[in-house]
C-alpha cells in the first residue's frame, strides 16, 4: 500500500478538493483513486479531466490507498462504511468531510479501532482559499492530523478545533461561501435596479467582495474599523449601512447561521438531503 489518496464520492466536494489537490502538486494523479456509486459517466469525467484512476470496486481502492477521504452525503456515509470496513487496516487514515457526523458515530460504523480524522473544508479547495477546520477522533493521533494538514493546507487555510465546534464550523465556514454568493447575486441585482447594465453591476460587485476580503487580510485591520473609513458621516455608505441595519442584516446572518449550525446537529441524527 502505498501513500495514495481515495475518495469515495465524486461530487461537488471531491471535485474541488481534488483540483486543489492537483493544482497544488500534492499527489501526481495516478496516486488519486476515485470512486462513486452508481454514476460512469461522471467517473469517465473525472479520469479524462483530471487524469485520476477511478474504480467501482471498494475493497480495490482501500487497498490501494493509505488515506481515504469520505465525501458523500452524510445520510450515505454509513452505507460506505459498511461496504469498505471489513478491508480496513491499522495504517489507514479515513478523512470524512460530511455534515454534521461525528468521528464517534463513524467509529460505530467500522465496529472497530479506525483512525477518523473529521475535516469541514469549503469549495474554496478549487482555487485554494479554503477555510477547514479538522478534528481528531480518539484513535487518531498526531500523524493523522498532520497528514489532514498536509492535504487541507495544500488548498488553503487550516485550524485544528474542537469537535464539538464542528456544527458551528459547519454552519459559519462550510456552508459560508454560500451567503457570500448570495450577498454578491443581491448586490448585482440591486446594481440593475438602480440603473447599471447587468454585466457592469455583475463585475463591480464581483470585485468589491474580493477587494474587501483583501483588504482585511493584508492589511490585518479590524473590518468594524474598515468599514468606519466608508462611511463617512452623513454619506452614501451611511445611509446604505443604515437601510441594512434597519432591515436586520446583521441578525439575518445570526439566524442564518444558527439554523445552518442546527441543520448539522439534525444531520447527525439521520436527518437526510431531502430529494437532493
Ligand atoms: N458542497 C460543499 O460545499 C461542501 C460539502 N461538504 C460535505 O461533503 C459531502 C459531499 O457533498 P457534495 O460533494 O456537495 O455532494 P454531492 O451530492 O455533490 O456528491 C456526493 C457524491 O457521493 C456519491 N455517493 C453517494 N453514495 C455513495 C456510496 N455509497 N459510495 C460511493 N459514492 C457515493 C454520489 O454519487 C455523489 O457523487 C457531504 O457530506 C457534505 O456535507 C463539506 C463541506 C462543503
Ligand atoms: O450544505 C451542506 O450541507 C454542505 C455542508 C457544508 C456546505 N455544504
Known amino acids: 500500500m502505498y501513500n495514495r489518496l481515495g475518495f469515495f464520492g465524486a461530487g461537488s466536494m471531491a471535485e474541488a478538493l481534488?483540483?486543489?489537490?492537483?493544482?497544488?502538486?500534492?499527489?501526481?494523479?495516478?496516486?488519486?483513486?476515485?470512486?462513486?456509486?452508481?454514476?460512469?459517466?461522471r467517473l469517465k469525467f473525472f479520469e479524462k479531466t483530471y487524469g485520476v484512476n477511478t474504480t467501482?470496486?471498494?475493497?480495490?481502492?482501500?487497498?490501494?490507498?493509505?488515506?481515504?477521504?469520505?465525501?458523500?452525503?452524510?445520510?450515505?456515509?454509513?452505507?460506505?462504511?459498511?461496504?469498505?470496513?471489513?478491508?480496513?487496516?491499522?495504517?489507514?487514515?479515513?478523512?470524512?468531510?460530511?455534515?454534521?457526523i461525528t468521528t464517534s458515530r463513524i467509529e460505530e460504523f467500522a465496529g472497530k479501532r479506525i483512525r477518523?480524522?473529521?475535516?469541514?473544508?469549503?469549495?474554496?479547495?478549487?482555487?485554494?482559499?479554503?477555510?477547514?477546520?479538522?478534528?481528531?477522533?480518539?484513535?487518531?493521533?498526531?500523524?493523522d492530523l498532520e497528514k489532514a494538514f498536509r492535504i487541507f493546507s495544500s488548498v488553503g487555510q487550516v485550524i485544528e478545533v474542537d469537535?464539538?465546534?464542528?456544527?458551528?464550523?459547519?454552519?459559519?465556514?462550510?456552508?459560508?461561501?454560500?451567503?457570500?454568493?448570495?450577498?454578491?447575486?443581491?448586490?448585482?441585482?440591486?446594481?440593475?435596479?438602480?440603473?447599471?447594465?447587468?454585466?457592469?453591476?455583475?463585475e463591480l460587485a464581483v470585485q468589491t467582495v474580493l477587494g474587501a476580503a483583501k483588504m482585511v487580510k493584508e492589511t490585518g485591520e479590524h473590518p468594524a474599523s474598515l468599514r468606519k473609513k466608508v462611511t463617512s458621516p452623513g454619506g452614501t455608505t451611511m445611509a446604505g449601512i443604515e437601510t441594512l441595519?434597519?432591515?436586520g442584516f446583521t441578525n439575518c446572518i445570526i439566524q442564518a447561521v444558527n439554523s445552518a449550525a442546527r441543520r448539522s446537529r439534525e444531520l447527525m441524527e439521520g436527518g437526510s438531503y431531502g430529494n437532493c
Open 116 to 143: 477518523v480524522i473529521r475535516a469541514m473544508p469549503n469549495t474554496s479547495c478549487q482555487v485554494k482559499e479554503s477555510a477547514t477546520a479538522i478534528t481528531a477522533g480518539r484513535h487518531a493521533g498526531r500523524d
Open 163 to 202: 469537535e464539538e465546534w464542528m456544527d458551528a464550523v459547519t454552519a459559519l465556514s462550510g456552508s459560508g461561501p454560500a451567503y457570500v454568493y448570495l450577498m454578491m447575486e443581491a448586490l448585482t441585482e440591486a446594481g440593475v435596479k438602480v440603473g447599471l447594465p447587468r454585466e457592469v453591476s455583475y
Open 245 to 247: 441595519e434597519k432591515m
Open 56 to 100: 467501482r470496486d471498494y475493497g480495490r481502492l482501500v487497498g490501494e490507498c493509505e488515506t481515504l477521504i469520505i465525501a458523500v452525503k452524510p445520510s450515505d456515509v454509513k452505507g460506505v462504511m459498511l461496504k469498505i470496513r471489513d478491508f480496513l487496516k491499522e495504517q489507514h487514515t479515513i478523512i470524512s468531510v460530511a455534515a454534521g
Open 18 to 41: 481534488l483540483k486543489g489537490i492537483l493544482s497544488a502538486s500534492v499527489l501526481a494523479p495516478e496516486d488519486i483513486f476515485v470512486l462513486n456509486r452508481k454514476d460512469d459517466d
